[in-house]
């Protein structure tokens, strides 16, 4: 089922975030993320883009602020190492480990946003996401990217769209 761009009028497929009839970047498809930002006064939801390359297609880059990193150690309680030991020898997965890596990233993912938030950023790019085993039952994840103030492009030329 395609849909309609709303600069244009003009109907593209899905699959593509880019109107295949003048360009303009399909509404609501940017990859955001969400953390929680406290600071004195207030606690804020901060909505950021988030990308594993060096560049957005539909965003230019106005400026580069610096590296932001996130941090997480998480480690499986007794009960959770026996529940991922039953299931590694009878085979299938261990929600309890998945759900401690998912906790693990969404921290390590949150804190990065706050950083590049403190920076003034609205977006990072060159996102990277890194697992380390820490002791015996530990995680350690750290990410890391590139902070950075980007804006809307107006249209997307036909070298970028494809």
Same mark, same amino acid.
């Given at each position: 089922?395609?849909?309609?761009?709303?600069?244009?009028?003009?109907?593209?497929?899905?699959?593509?975030?880019?109107?295949?009839?003048? #360009?303009?970047?399909?509404?609501? =498809?940017?990859?955001?993320?969400?953390? @929680?930002?406290?600071?004195?006064?207030?606690?804020?939801?901060?909505?950021?883009? @988030?990308?594993?390359?060096?560049?957005? *297609?539909?965003?230019?880059?106005? %400026?580069?602020?610096?590296?932001? $990193?996130?941090?997480?150690?998480?480690?499986?309680? $007794? $009960?959770?190492?026996?529940?991922?030991? $039953?299931?590694?020898? @009878?085979?299938?997965?261990?929600?309890?480990?998945? %759900?401690?890596?998912?906790?693990?990233?969404?921290?390590?993912?949150?804190?990065?946003?706050? *950083?590049?938030?403190?920076?003034?950023?609205?977006?990072?790019?060159?996102?990277?996401?890194?697992?380390?085993?820490?002791?015996?039952?530990?995680?350690?994840?750290?990410? %890391?990217?590139?902070?950075?103030?980007?804006?809307? #492009?107006?249209?997307?030329?036909? =070298?970028?769209?494809?």
């Amino acid at each position: 089922m395609p849909w309609t761009c709303p600069s244009c009028g003009g109907e593209t497929e899905l699959g593509y975030n880019i109107c295949r009839t003048c #360009k303009t970047p399909r509404p609501e =498809t940017a990859p955001y993320h969400s953390a @929680v930002v406290r600071n004195d006064s207030a606690v804020v939801r901060v909505e950021m883009l @988030v990308t594993t390359t060096g560049s957005l *297609q539909t965003h230019r880059i106005d %400026s580069y602020l610096g590296p932001v $990193f996130g941090e997480s150690i998480y480690g499986a309680t $007794f $009960f959770e190492g026996l529940s991922a030991g $039953f299931a590694d020898m @009878v085979g299938g997965r261990s929600n309890a480990y998945e %759900s401690l890596l998912h906790r693990g990233r969404q921290t390590a993912l949150a804190e990065m946003i706050q *950083q590049a938030d403190r920076l003034g950023g609205n977006a990072i790019v060159g996102m990277r996401l890194d697992y380390s085993p820490f002791g015996n039952s530990m995680m350690m994840i750290c990410c %890391s990217g590139t902070a950075v103030v980007v804006s809307p #492009k107006t249209t997307i030329s036909n =070298t970028e769209a494809h």
